[in-house]
């Protein structure tokens, strides 16, 4: 029986579900998979991507990482109804086991309670106690950096650089922590201080870029909490290149 991460004889594979791939990749969302695949490749780790369209079922213990990127009010709306019809169960099942789900901008949007726009509501699968909502104002948009501790002791203080787009103002629930403190740019709603939000291993995020090119700490860390590992325990990898696109993100917005 092979461990969690389909680990067995000492090799581990990543197996991750794209949800809507064509639909909910805006600004190449699609990139944090290459770089997944990527990461995984240079350490020889095994990588397998699934993708998970309208109308297809969801397997929540087939996969470690499920992923969904932003989209369009339009396409997100036509998501937002089949992933409560088909994908809701299997994503609740995954993220209770431990699987990593990470949304960004509207995939985040969609795994809070709802998304509300010109008085209608879009329900989203209620993983993470946000709910968003399409405010009189400007989009908030540009540069951002956020510190983010992943670990308890918040210790492990690191940034997060990306860039935002969003007309929806997202505001957390009592209890829900947010991903990371604003050190630049907007945040979930501009005023709060916030941005995204994470419950365990299920992350939100308004960070595109793509996220994980220029943040590939960040990709690391996905990778070895989805494979139920301590990040230090993957092999290192060169970097500069990916280092020198960190630093340039978070240059261009001020931090
Ligand atoms: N449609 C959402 C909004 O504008 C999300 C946009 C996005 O994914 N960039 O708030």
Redesign the pocket.
């Known amino acids: 029986m092979p461990e969690r991460g389909g680990r067995a004889n000492g090799t581990a594979t990543l197996r991750v579900c794209a949800l809507y791939p064509d639909l ?1 990749n ?2 190449a ?1 699609r990139g944090n998979l290459l770089v997944l695949e990527r990461r995984c490749a240079w350490r020889a780790l095994g990588f397998e991507l699934t993708a998970a369209g309208l109308g297809e079922e969801l397997d929540g213990a087939a996969h470690e990482l499920f992923y969904i ?5 339009r ?2 709306r036509l998501c937002a109804e089949d992933l409560i019809e088909t994908k809701r169960s299997g994503l609740h099942e995954a993220a209770e086991r431990g699987a990593v789900v990470l949304g ?6 969609l795994l809070g309670h709802s ?1 509300t ?1 010109a008085g209608e509501e879009i329900p989203g699968v209620g993983l993470l106690d946000v709910r ?1 909502v ?1 405010e009189e104002g400007a ?2 948009i540009g540069n951002v950096a956020i510190e983010v501790s992943l670990e308890d002791d918040g210790r492990d203080a690191r940034v997060l650089a990306g860039f ?6 997202t505001r957390l629930g009592d209890g829900q922590r947010a991903l990371g403190r604003v050190l630049s740019g907007h945040g979930n709603d501009g005023r709060s201080g916030a941005e995204g939000a994470r419950t365990g291993a299920t992350i939100g995020t ?1 960070l ?1 870029g793509p996220l994980l090119p220029k943040n590939v700490w960040f990709a690391d860390w996905l990778i070895a909490r989805a494979l139920g590992r301590d990040a230090e325990e993957l092999a290192p990898l060169e970097d500069a290149l990916e280092r020198e696109t960190h630093l340039s993100a978070r240059a261009a917005a001020g931090v």
């Open positions: 909910m805006i600004y969302d990127g932003g989209g369009q009010d396409d997100q960004v901008c509207g995939g985040y949007q998304y726009l968003t399409r989009r908030l935002e787009n969003h007309g929806g103002r308004y595109h």
